[in-house]
């Protein structure tokens, strides 16, 4: 069965630093997404994603924030200079054209800044 | 701003029961819903949805119900399997968009 995919499954780094956090998508999946949790708290929307462009974003997603889809298969996010409260887990999901509303998300990636 | 919320942090239920998990929302213009379940380590899960325009969806052993005036919105599974034991997500989302509005989540623990 087709699934999502993110790497690296847990992400340390020193405040101030950039990450990359990456996404396999659904092959066949137009929509892209990114949400995060940070510990104990609920799943936060970040960013959507469609025809290579961002379709919506949060209050969250400032400019501290970017995401990419370099190739054909990747989706990235970006944090420029990381803080201690970007700490979370971060989820990647994926979602056909037409059916959207189901969402597919990756394990997600847990991002701990020191 | 909590515009989906579940006050029920955990639940347990015994194997063969009927475990209920519920939501409520603010939002009135929400008019997509979507029950995510999530084991420990791993990504969501879509469970079931619904549509505004229904009151009641069904697929197997899970219901989903919607209350539009009360603005409520509850997940029936039964019986209950020692499987089904997660983190249940409700959300929510407008038309108008495809940002989802997730819940706090509740934490079910079907007991053998």
């Known amino acids: 069965e087709p699934e999502v995919t993110q790497t690296p499954s847990h992400q340390v780094t020193q405040m101030g630093q950039e990450v990359i956090l990456r996404c396999v998508p659904i092959?066949?999946?137009?929509?892209f997404y990114w949400y995060r949790q940070i510990l104990g708290q609920k799943v936060e929307f970040l960013v959507s994603?469609?025809?290579?462009?961002?379709?919506?974003k949060s209050e969250i997603f400032d400019d501290q924030f970017s995401v990419e889809r370099p190739d054909g298969s990747n989706f990235t996010l970006k944090i420029r200079s990381t803080k201690l409260e970007d700490s979370a887990m971060y989820f990647c999901?994926?979602?056909?054209?037409?059916?959207?509303?189901?969402?597919?998300f990756g394990p997600g990636t847990r991002l701990t800044v020191t | 701003d909590q515009q989906v919320k579940q006050n029920s942090p955990s639940l347990s239920v015994q194997e063969g029961r009927i475990s209920i998990l519920n939501c409520d929302y603010t939002?009135?213009?929400?008019?997509?819903f979507l029950w995510y379940k999530k084991y420990p380590a791993e990504g969501p899960t879509f469970l079931i949805s619904?549509?505004?325009?229904?009151d009641k969806n069904e697929d197997g052993r899970f219901t989903v119900f919607l209350n539009k005036s009360a603005k409520h919105l509850s997940l029936h599974i039964v019986p209950s399997q020692p499987g089904d034991s997660a983190v249940y997500f409700c959300?929510?989302?407008?038309?108008?968009?495809?940002?989802?509005?997730f819940g706090t989540g509740t934490s079910l623990t079907v007991i053998p």
């Open positions: 939002n009135s213009m929400f008019d997509y």
């Open positions: 092959s066949n999946h137009l929509y």
């Open positions: 999901a994926s979602s056909e054209e037409g059916t959207n509303y189901e969402q597919y």
């Open positions: 994603f469609y025809n290579n462009e961002i379709s919506e």
């Open positions: 959300a929510a989302t407008l038309n108008t968009g495809n940002q989802f509005y």
């Open positions: 619904i549509s505004s325009i229904k």
